[in-house]
Every structure is written in structure tokens, then in C-alpha cells.
Nanobody, 125 residues
Framework: QEQLVESGGGLVQPGGSLRLSCAASGFDFNSYYMSWVRQAPGKGPEWVSTINTGGGSTGYTDSVKGRFTISRDNAKNTVYLQMNSLKPEDTALYYC??????????????????WGQGTQVTVSS
């Protein structure tokens, strides 16, 4: 059965960094685009970033461009999100998701089919 397990969240001061990881199992990881999605308290889910199967193409929501970097290690079945220059508004539950359908021009997914349980990121002084 497909499984996604996130880790790496925590409490960090503004301007700090965190690296999230998502370990995948139960499916052919190399064949799927993967995304990070976040949900802040009281708000709906927000797409953060997507990476293609080989790792050579990525997309980001405007608010994280230049600060966050998505990557993947297909040998380890793991996708990462390096988050730098963190801001209080980045506080959210961060989910890893398998992409079922994507608009290639923007790398914004149209559909996800599996989600992890999420890892909490809190940016506060």
C-alpha cells in the first residue's frame, strides 16, 4: 500500500531554516511527480511546490520563490523541501502529496491521489 511519511518540522525563529523530508513506499516513486502542500490554521490547503520525476523541473508558489527548494532522491524514494529565510506566515502543517494530474506549464497540480500525515512548521520568536 502507498505510504508517504513526512519529517523534519519544528519550531524555528524568523529567518531560520528547516529541511522537510518525505519518505515514500509502496509504489514506483520514480514514476510520479511529487508536491508539498501546506495548510495554515483557519485556512485552506495551499500548494507550495512540485518536482517532476527526474528532478529537473520544479515549480513554486510565488510567496516561497527564492526561499524554498524542492528536490528528490529517487534512490532513497524521498522528496525534500529546504526552507530558508522562514517567515511567521510560513507557519503551517506541511504535507507531502503524490501528484495524479498536473498542468505542465505551471507545475501546479490539478489532482493529488495520496497524502502524508503532515509535519508541523512553526515560525516564531
Amino acid at each position: 500500500q502507498e505510504q508517504l511519511v513526512e519529517s523534519g518540522g519544528g519550531l524555528v525563529q524568523p529567518g531560520g531554516s528547516l529541511r522537510l523530508s518525505c519518505a515514500a513506499s509502496g509504489f514506483d516513486f520514480n514514476s510520479y511527480y511529487m508536491s508539498w502542500v501546506r495548510q495554515a490554521p483557519g485556512k485552506g490547503p495551499e500548494w507550495v511546490s512540485t518536482i517532476n520525476t527526474g528532478g529537473g523541473s520544479t515549480g513554486y508558489t510565488d510567496s516561497v520563490k527564492g526561499r524554498f527548494t524542492i528536490s528528490r532522491d529517487n534512490a532513497k524514494n524521498t522528496v525534500y523541501l529546504q526552507m530558508n529565510s522562514l517567515k511567521p506566515e510560513d507557519t503551517a502543517l506541511y504535507y507531502c502529496a503524490r501528484v495524479a494530474k498536473v498542468t505542465l506549464a505551471t507545475m501546479v497540480p490539478d489532482e493529488y491521489d495520496y497524502w502524508g500525515q503532515g509535519t508541523q512548521v512553526t515560525v516564531s520568536s
